[in-house]
């Protein structure tokens, strides 16, 4: 007895366009033809129909399943390959439904790199956009200090993020004269803020331009001159410690 091609993905539970289309990929044999020319299938063609659903079902990709060759041949390669592809899927799902309760729990920003949820309403816009950018161009362990660095806030920072653009120079200098003192801790207990090159992920040109461009579109002018005046502080003292 023989099966037409219609009868055959019925028995395997397709479809006629997947039966055609295992054919024209070289999944499936064509079958021998009948006097009047439709195809005939048999025992072996529907045993090969159901060995790809199965594997097909199971999320092994066509050309792998190709590879895998007929029901006979050892196909554990290539579902540990598949086995491992789904644990490390797996753990990227279970880890963004981590994220995802952060953000709910805690009403965050969505686009707020990771471990930063629970920070992200303390901090200004500016700050929380300066953050994402430095998630693209620094190491985990970069960010994993700078959490650290968020986390532990000083009131300098509020007034920082208060301060109006057009500030005259006295306020900028208080300013920046009490900040000089908290930023060189940080840098003692924080490599990265002391040598951001050290940890870059990409070239140091591009993530220097990157963090100079996002710092001048991302902050007004009475801040920038605060952090200029800050970085000229920290460079005094350490040239008179010398």
């Known amino acids: 007895m023989a099966w037409s091609t219609r009868q055959l993905a019925a028995l395997a539970g397709t479809t006629l366009r997947a039966v055609r289309h295992y054919h024209e990929v070289g999944l499936l044999d064509e079958p021998e033809r009948a006097s009047n020319g439709y195809k005939q299938y048999r025992t072996e063609h529907l045993l090969r129909l159901l060995q790809i ?5 199971l999320g092994v990709p066509l050309a792998q399943i190709a590879a895998m060759g ?3 041949e ?13 644990a490390a899927t797996i753990e990227r799902l279970q880890r963004i439904r981590a994220e995802l309760a952060v953000i709910l729990r805690d009403r965050a920003p969505a686009d707020v790199p990771a471990g930063f949820g629970h920070l992200a309403r303390e901090l200004s816009e500016s700050d929380r956009s300066m953050i994402m950018i430095y ?20 009131p300098t920072d509020d007034e920082f993020d208060e301060l109006p653009a057009d500030a005259d120079a006295a306020a900028i200098g208080d300013l920046a004269a009490r900040m000089a003192p908290v930023v060189r801790e940080l840098q003692r207990r924080h490599p990265w803020a002391a040598d951001p090159a050290a940890y870059s992920q990409r070239s140091v040109e591009v993530t220097e331009d990157a963090v100079v461009q996002a710092l001048r579109d991302l902050y007004n002018p009475a ?13 005094e003292s350490a040239d008179d410690h010398r």
Do not use: G, N, Y
Not at 53 to 57: A, C, E, M, N, Q
């Open 70 to 72: 007929r029901a006979d």
């Open 135 to 154: 998630s693209r161009l620094f190491t985990p362990e970069a960010m994993a200090q700078l959490t650290d660095m968020v986390a532990h806030r000083h």
């Open 223 to 235: 801040q920038l001159q605060v952090l200029r005046r800050v970085d000229a502080l920290i460079a």
């Open 53 to 57: 659903k199965r594997l097909s079902d």
């Open 74 to 86: 050892d196909p554990d390669e290539a579902i540990r390959v598949l086995d491992a592809e789904l």
